[in-house]
């Protein structure tokens, strides 16, 4: 069992989904930000790791304490309706984002002056071949990969901006001041976040214990083993989700950070204002080097989103995660179409109010977790109680108060 104590043998799903958190809309959304207040939100985005992380955590237990995916415990335990209530909006709202994210794409590879006609549909063949290899752990290898470079790309970025010394600490009740705190508290968490991690550490667990070969056989040894095996797995899951909430919101203030300086009135989905802005203040190379960042974050969260996405739609159904090769398809098509004849002006005000729909939306699947969290007979050990269930709650209450002052 020495092997067995290596908790890091777990490592992959709560990165990812944390970096996935960093996509394209939330790169806009920290872009805008950053051009509007420089670095008077730096402490908001710091206080965000607190509910990024309680959140997470929650969903990345329940997949390891039912082995099952979010979706399938839903249905499991509560009605078939439910499930879809808690669902379908999820699935809608994905797949707008995902014509946001193959804008990202297309935004990215045109400061390398590659056309989007030419861009989007090979990103679309790419993005469809990885999701719908049958082995978690192929795709997970290649996001690995992809969040080491969006990483490195972002942090590039700002080393050849810069630091300068603005103020880091900034407030004024004012409507549009609170709009942004919204949209920052919108992309923060996103529905399809709680599904993916919930059954990409489901996955990960199942695979992993079948290396062990655990077996049904009710011994003493057996029985502790595979308890010290779910253990072991809790732990490395709390430490990985609090790492990747650490590093998601660095890099959003990371973005912030660079677009400080840059004209408020540039239009980010426009290559050139865009490029000629980041030139402005960060020299030549700084476009190319946030061009590979938006293009990582994009292509990853993509990828992320609809798995999780068709994953918790598969498993309410009651069909198996490996039958979601269709919804991948008929998800993603629409949106790279839309994308390609999308005019450009209706980008930046639309991933803003999107980032906002996203807190209404998170209101049912979080609900419906954080009751499940709680419920001693799913959760078994490690369920939900005291301290634990109360911050729980007090971080979708905080989730949900900053979506309903962006509406008044």
Known sequence: MKKNKNIFRFFGPAWLVMI????????IGAAETGAIFKYGLIWFLLLLIIPLYLVQETSGRIGVA??????????????????????????????????IEYLGIAIGLSFFNIPILFSLPVFYVI?????IKRKYGFTESILLLISAILIIAFIMTLIVRGVRSYNVLYFTPSPSFLFILAVNVGAVIMPFMLFFQASATAEK?????KRYEFSNVPN?????????????????????TLIGAVVSETLMIVVEMVMSGINPNVNFA????????????????SPYLFGIGLIGAAFLALIVMSMGSAWGFMEVLGMGREKSSVVYILESFPAVVIALILPEAYLIKGVLYLLVIFIFVLI????LMGLIARNRNIMKEFYSSGFREFAYWSSLIFVLIFGIIAIL
């Open 66 to 99: 039912t082995e099952m995916g979010l979706g399938e415990v839903i249905r499991n335990n509560y009605s078939h309706s439910v499930a879809l209530t808690a669902t379908v909006p999820m699935v809608f709202t994905d797949v707008v984002t995902y014509i």
């Open 270 to 285: 426009s290559i050139h204002q865009l490029a000629f802005g980041l030139t402005a203040i960060a020299g030549v190379y």
């Open 205 to 209: 667990i199942t695979n992993t214990g």
């Open 220 to 240: 003493v040894n057996s029985d502790a083993e595979k308890y010290e095996f779910s253990r072991n797995a809790m732990k490395s899951m709390r430490i990985e």
């Open 364 to 367: 049912g699947p979080g609900i």
């Open 20 to 27: 996935a958190d960093m996509d394209a809309s939330s790169t």
């Open 127 to 131: 993005h469809i071949a990885v999701v």
